[in-house]
């Protein structure tokens, strides 16, 4: 290092120092004032950060597009009692981007088998949007700009005219800026917006991408006016785009207005994005609380075919009404009675006959726990003829979870079918055909499949829960699965109605051939690990994408999201409790555990906490809310450890946000919620969107026939 090195280096270190001590007195000042400030960094507003320089910190840490930091209501609540020492690391981040190059996050030291699946993925041939979003997700959630950059930056040399990688390779270019030394900064930000431009010009996603970046930087590049003119344009065109990524370009309009100092057009876009203060945005439509329990989506009634309406979001379960000529049959009743009466009373708006028979397709708690609400003198109740196992594990075990149901979570589950199924039947009701089959899987093995012949509607209930039964219960079957597959296949359905919006969106009836081929494999491969008597980790590895799915882009998604469920259901079925690698034969307590790790740490809660803040900065988030969780039994509460393992969770929740189940568990343990995401306006939101429907993808036969089936409703 030569003298001008060193004494650059110097006033960067004095420069964070004085800017630490401002922030540290601003806070203070806020403190004082009792308004709630903390906010991350990255996205803070320019009032918190100040003008100039410093503002160049929005668009270089973590968080921009895709999800990141989620809500923040919980993280401020938690940050209450421990606001200074969390505030400082924080503080110390944002500002050692002010001027002076920082180094990227060191490796991970645990393997992030969902990004390198999607890596895989990505480098076939056509991967989907969805597949290319998920992984640029992957690498947005833990932190891995550098890592992202290349990867983009090569598939976009590789395959020149798929807009979005190029798109891709700029975005990541202008996130990892702060590792780019300061006098070079502007120009490799500039490269980078140049990218998006390029990719712009050609793709609707690729002008998503742009807007959302364009929203954060800093007045000096001049890109907020065309931010808020793309996503604009991406907001009244929702047709084309997956519906989560409205919350990310109304966070990004608030940004882009505040530059242009529009401030009440900011302020009611933040509104409009459904965050409660200008946290990062997050790309699902997932929303939870501890009091109403988790929601796939916003709520909404849609009517898929002719007669034959799906009630999102009223409940954790889709409910469906179809109505005959002298009264509607309902599919499933949700969760609480509460629920089933308001998806009813939606409903009712589009018709009033009579509600005389619910056809249940399983007895798990969101399906039938709100049964009791559609009950009349003389409802039939129609139900497989398994129910009673199934509803014996459900009432046996419970929900171990409150975020999944929230105050609705039901108590013990009632259902006395007046008629049971225990063979394929064919039966008209008000003159409207419907043919009942029998099923064992994959999710419980009293699934009822429900078809309406003359539509090619088929209602599959759970039988695709990509974890083949509620993973805290023990049921669920692989062979299950690959015999209702086949079963599916030999009926020639048009439309699969699942028992949850996602399942219905990603498991259509185009990929339902190339699943049973990718779950063959697993089965395969699974059972081979099983043989070699090899533990679970290793199982999970092996042949994360099989090749055979490289023809199918619309299969990867859906594929992905079943197989680590379905290894882990087999693995738990098919061996005993002792493992190859020790797993099992000595069982300790967490309190045992964090007693040898507070002996490793010499006593010291610090340096755990270093050690957890290590594995954060790494995107390790599972590995540090392990050691967070440790090493706060022998040292509760201490600030450091609390923050540690709230940041690993808001990791966890930025990973999983596609990922309903574990999003779920990691925001109860944050106590994090997440408000439901904005509504489109118009007619056209009503789409039932089935998969990629994403700018450039191929349409599929069913695509159509879905499309022409979706009417707006209300
Ligand atoms: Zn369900």
Request: charged share 25%.
């Given at each position: 290092?030569?003298?001008?090195d060193?004494s650059?280096?110097?006033?960067?270190?004095?420069?964070?120092?004085r800017?630490?001590?401002?922030?540290?007195?601003?806070h203070e000042?806020?403190?004082?004032?009792?308004?709630?400030?903390?906010?991350f960094?990255?996205l803070?507003?320019?009032?918190?950060?100040?003008?100039?320089?410093?503002?160049v910190?929005?668009?270089?840490?973590?968080?921009?597009?895709?999800?990141?930091?989620?809500?923040?209501?919980?993280?401020?609540?938690?940050?209450?009692?421990?606001?200074?020492?969390?505030?400082?690391?924080i503080?110390?981040l944002?500002?050692?981007?002010v001027?002076?190059?920082?180094?990227?996050?060191?490796?991970?030291?645990?393997?992030?088998?969902?990004r390198?699946?999607?890596?895989?993925?990505?480098?076939?041939?056509?991967?989907?949007?969805?597949?290319?979003?998920?992984?640029?997700?992957?690498y947005?959630?833990?932190?891995?700009?550098?890592?992202?950059?290349?990867?983009?930056?090569?598939?976009?040399?590789?395959v020149?005219?798929?807009?979005?990688?190029?798109?891709?390779?700029?975005?990541?270019?202008?996130?990892?800026?702060?590792?780019?030394?300061?006098?070079?900064?502007?120009?490799?930000?500039?490269?980078?917006?140049?990218?998006?431009?390029?990719?712009?010009?050609?793709?609707?996603?690729?002008?998503?991408?742009?807007?959302v970046?364009?929203?954060?930087?800093?007045?000096?590049f001049?890109?907020?006016?065309q931010?808020?003119?793309?996503l604009?344009?991406?907001?009244a065109?929702?047709?084309?785009?997956?519906?989560?990524?409205?919350r990310?370009?109304?966070?990004?309009?608030s940004?882009?207005?505040?530059?242009?100092?529009?401030t009440?057009?900011?302020q009611?876009?933040?509104?409009?994005?459904?965050?409660a203060?200008?946290?990062?945005?997050?790309?699902?439509d997932?929303?939870?609380?501890?009091?109403?329990?988790?929601?796939f989506t916003?709520?909404?009634?849609?009517?898929?075919?002719?007669?034959?309406?799906?009630?999102?979001?009223?409940?954790?379960?889709?409910?469906?009404?179809?109505?005959?000529?002298?009264?509607?049959?309902?599919?499933?009743?949700?969760?609480s009675?509460?629920?089933?009466?308001?998806?009813l009373?939606?409903?009712?708006?589009?018709?009033?006959?009579?509600?005389?028979?619910?056809?249940?397709?399983?007895?798990?708690?969101?399906?039938?726990?709100?049964?009791r609400?559609?009950l009349?003198?003389?409802?039939?109740?129609?139900?497989?003829?398994h129910?009673?196992?199934?509803l014996?594990?459900?009432?046996?075990g419970?929900?171990p979870f409150?975020?999944?149901?929230?105050?609705?979570?039901?108590g013990?589950?009632?259902?006395?079918?007046?008629?049971?199924?225990?063979?394929?039947?064919?039966?008209?009701?008000?003159?409207?055909?419907?043919?009942?089959?029998p099923?064992?899987?994959?999710?419980?093995?009293?699934?009822?499949?429900?078809?309406?012949?003359?539509?090619?509607?088929?209602?599959?209930?759970?039988?695709?829960?990509?974890?083949l039964?509620?993973?805290f219960?023990a049921?669920?079957?692989?062979?299950?699965?690959?015999?209702?597959?086949?079963?599916?296949?030999?009926?020639?359905?048009?439309?699969?109605?699942h028992?949850?919006?996602?399942?219905t969106?990603?498991?259509?009836?185009?990929?339902?051939?190339?699943?049973?081929?990718?779950?063959?494999?697993?089965?395969?491969?699974?059972?081979?690990?099983?043989?070699?008597?090899?533990?679970l980790?290793e199982?999970?590895?092996?042949?994360?994408?099989?090749?055979?799915?490289?023809?199918?882009?619309?299969?990867?998604?859906?594929?992905l999201?079943?197989?680590?469920?379905?290894i882990?259901?087999l693995?738990?079925?098919?061996?005993g409790?002792?493992?190859?690698?020790?797993?099992?034969?000595?069982?300790?307590?967490?309190?045992?555990?964090?007693?040898?790790?507070?002996l490793v740490?010499?006593?010291?809660?610090?340096?755990?906490?270093?050690?957890?803040?290590?594995?954060?900065?790494?995107?390790?988030?599972a590995?540090?809310?392990?050691?967070?969780?440790?090493?706060?039994?022998?040292h509760p509460?201490?600030?450091?450890?609390?923050?540690?393992?709230?940041?690993a969770?808001?990791?966890?929740?930025?990973?999983?946000?596609?990922?309903?189940?574990?999003?779920?568990?990691y925001?109860?343990?944050?106590?994090?919620?997440?408000?439901?995401?904005?509504?489109?306006?118009?007619?056209?939101?009503?789409?039932?969107?089935?998969?990629?429907t994403?700018?450039?993808?191929?349409?599929?036969?069913s695509d159509?026939?879905?499309?022409?089936?979706s009417?707006?409703?209300?």
């Amino acid at each position: 290092m030569n003298a001008g090195d060193d004494s650059r280096a110097g006033s960067c270190i004095e420069h964070r120092r004085r800017e630490h001590a401002e922030h540290d007195a601003r806070h203070e000042e806020a403190r004082r004032r009792g308004r709630r400030s903390f906010r991350f960094p990255t996205l803070s507003t320019p009032e918190d950060v100040g003008a100039g320089p410093l503002y160049v910190a929005r668009f270089i840490e973590p968080a921009m597009f895709l999800p990141l930091h989620l809500t923040y209501q919980s993280w401020e609540r938690n940050m209450e009692s421990h606001r200074t020492v969390l505030w400082t690391p924080i503080a110390f981040l944002a500002l050692a981007a002010v001027g002076c190059a920082h180094s990227p996050p060191p490796p991970s030291l645990t393997r992030n088998l969902d990004r390198e699946e999607f890596e895989q993925a990505v480098r076939f041939k056509n991967p989907s949007v969805v597949t290319v979003m998920a992984l640029a997700n992957q690498y947005l959630a833990t932190g891995r700009d550098a890592e992202g950059h290349t990867y983009f930056c090569k598939r976009a040399t590789e395959v020149p005219d798929r807009a979005v990688f190029g798109a891709l390779c700029g975005m990541f270019q202008v996130r990892m800026s702060s590792t780019v030394p300061a006098l070079q900064r502007s120009d490799w930000v500039k490269d980078g917006m140049a990218k998006l431009d390029r990719a712009a010009a050609s793709d609707g996603l690729s002008r998503y991408l742009r807007g959302v970046v364009s929203a954060e930087l800093p007045e000096g590049f001049g890109r907020a006016q065309q931010a808020t003119e793309d996503l604009e344009w991406v907001l009244a065109h929702p047709q084309p785009f997956p519906r989560g990524i409205r919350r990310a370009a109304y966070v990004g309009l608030s940004h882009a207005y505040r530059t242009l100092g529009k401030t009440e057009a900011s302020q009611r876009a933040l509104a409009q994005s459904g965050s409660a203060s200008s946290s990062p945005p997050a790309v699902t439509d997932f929303s939870v609380n501890a009091r109403d329990g988790f929601r796939f989506t916003t709520r909404e009634l849609v009517q898929v075919a002719p007669g034959v309406h799906v009630a999102h979001g009223y409940d954790f379960a889709e409910i469906g009404f179809i109505v005959t000529d002298d009264q509607v049959v309902a599919i499933d009743a949700g969760t609480s009675e509460a629920n089933a009466r308001a998806a009813l009373e939606a409903f009712r708006k589009v018709n009033d006959k009579p509600l005389r028979t619910v056809i249940v397709t399983h007895a798990h708690w969101d399906h039938i726990g709100g049964l009791r609400a559609y009950l009349g003198q003389d409802t039939q109740v129609i139900a497989e003829t398994h129910f009673a196992e199934e509803l014996e594990i459900a009432n046996r075990g419970g929900v171990p979870f409150r975020y999944f149901f929230g105050d609705n979570t039901p108590g013990p589950l009632e259902l006395r079918p007046t008629r049971v199924i225990s063979k394929p039947e064919s039966l008209a009701i008000g003159g409207t055909r419907f043919r009942l089959y029998p099923a064992h899987g994959g999710e419980t093995n009293d699934a009822l499949l429900v078809e309406l012949p003359d539509l090619g509607v088929v209602f599959v209930g759970d039988t695709f829960m990509p974890y083949l039964g509620a993973p805290f219960a023990a049921e669920g079957s692989f062979e299950g699965l690959l015999d209702t597959i086949a079963l599916l296949r030999s009926l020639k359905p048009k439309l699969l109605i699942h028992g949850h919006t996602p399942l219905t969106e990603n498991f259509t009836v185009d990929v339902l051939e190339p699943l049973e081929v990718g779950m063959r494999v697993v089965y395969r491969e699974t059972m081979s690990a099983f043989r070699e008597a090899k533990p679970l980790s290793e199982a999970l590895w092996r042949n994360p994408v099989p090749a055979e799915l490289e023809p199918y882009p619309n299969a990867i998604p859906p594929f992905l999201l079943m197989r680590e469920g379905a290894i882990k259901r087999l693995y738990h079925q098919r061996t005993g409790y002792w493992k190859v690698d020790g797993e099992g034969m000595e069982v300790f307590s967490r309190k045992e555990e964090a007693a040898v790790l507070d002996l490793v740490a010499d006593g010291d809660a610090e340096r755990m906490a270093r050690a957890g803040t290590s594995l954060n900065e790494r995107g390790d988030f599972a590995m540090a809310l392990r050691i967070a969780d440790l090493g706060l039994v022998p040292h509760p509460a201490t600030p450091s450890l609390v923050a540690v393992r709230m940041r690993a969770l808001e990791g966890l929740r930025a990973k999983y946000q596609l990922s309903p189940f574990k999003f779920i568990v990691y925001s109860e343990l944050a106590g994090a919620d997440m408000a439901p995401p904005p509504r489109a306006s118009g007619a056209r939101q009503r789409q039932l969107r089935t998969k990629d429907t994403l700018v450039k993808e191929t349409a599929q036969e069913s695509d159509r026939l879905v499309a022409g089936w979706s009417a707006p409703v209300d």
